[in-house]
């Protein structure tokens, strides 16, 4: 299944091959000698550093950056969204200078590892939650969110309050409500740390199915989790 807003960009417009639909710039996401300290604390006199982090995520592709808990995974992700600045680096998406760019601003979307849903709203009120809140909800976006919910099999589920789903539902859900910013790079930190076998089987099928889909967009995956990472990833690192 294509979804609308991810559809053959050659027949669309054959000389703007290097844009999305929405006429942004498409690229791999490139990270070159990326250096981070924390400030020191009671458990790390010298401050948790990352030391020279270069890797590529291709676009249309899975990346997963595999490594334990403390690593520095999540810090990352956190240099890739704007929430976090580099003491060096760089960090690109095609030619764009995404350093140069502030947080919210950088499309990336991150789904998050407690999932960070609103439980006392539905479904579909979760994932539309911030575009309605940025005013840019509107018909084509529903339409998306739809065809992303059945290719999700989450269409059922819509109308239901997040408070009644299991873990593995509820993490569709985040990944949904992601999507429904329309990003141009899909952050995952650690999809699979609350999750059950089962649950684990289901976003592992998820995953593949976004990927058959997402033909625009870089997903990067940080898990500690090997055996997730060898189901999923079309390329794969080690922290």
């Known amino acids: 299944m294509r979804i609308r807003f991810l559809r053959d960009l050659a027949k669309l417009a054959p000389q703007a091959v290097t844009k999305d639909f929405w006429g942004?710039?498409?690229g791999q996401l490139s990270i070159a000698d990326l250096n981070f300290q924390y400030p020191a604390t009671a458990g790390e006199p010298n401050g948790?550093?990352?030391r020279n982090v270069s890797f590529s995520c291709p676009i249309g592709k899975v990346t997963c950056l595999i490594g334990p808990s403390g690593s520095g995974k999540s810090t990352v992700?956190?240099?890739?969204s704007g929430q976090l600045l580099p003491d060096r680096g760089s960090l690109y998406f095609g030619e764009v200078d995404l350093?140069?760019?502030k947080f919210g601003q950088r499309g990336t979307a991150t789904v998050h590892q407690d999932f960070a849903l609103l439980p006392y709203l539905t479904v579909y009120e979760n994932i539309s939650m911030g575009p309605r809140v940025a005013g840019t909800m509107?018909?084509?976006l529903r339409e998306e969110i739809l065809e992303w919910a059945a290719l999700f099999r989450m269409t059922e589920f819509l109308d239901r309050a997040v408070s009644t789903l299991s873990g593995g539902e509820r993490q569709r859900v985040a990944i949904l409500r992601a999507l429904a910013a329309r990003p141009n790079v899909l952050l995952m930190d650690e999809p699979?740390?609350?999750l059950d076998m089962i649950s684990k089987d289901q976003l592992a099928a998820t995953i593949l199915s976004l990927k058959r889909a997402a033909t625009k967009i870089v997903v990067l995956i940080v898990t500690h989790d090997r055996d997730f990472g060898l189901r999923t990833?079309?390329?794969?690192g080690n922290r």
């Open 48 to 50: 948790f550093a990352l």
């Open 192 to 194: 699979t740390a609350s």
């Open 24 to 26: 942004r710039t498409l």
């Open 99 to 101: 350093f140069g760019v």
């Open 233 to 236: 990833a079309d390329k794969m």
């Open 138 to 140: 509107d018909t084509s």
């Open 77 to 80: 992700l956190k240099l890739i």
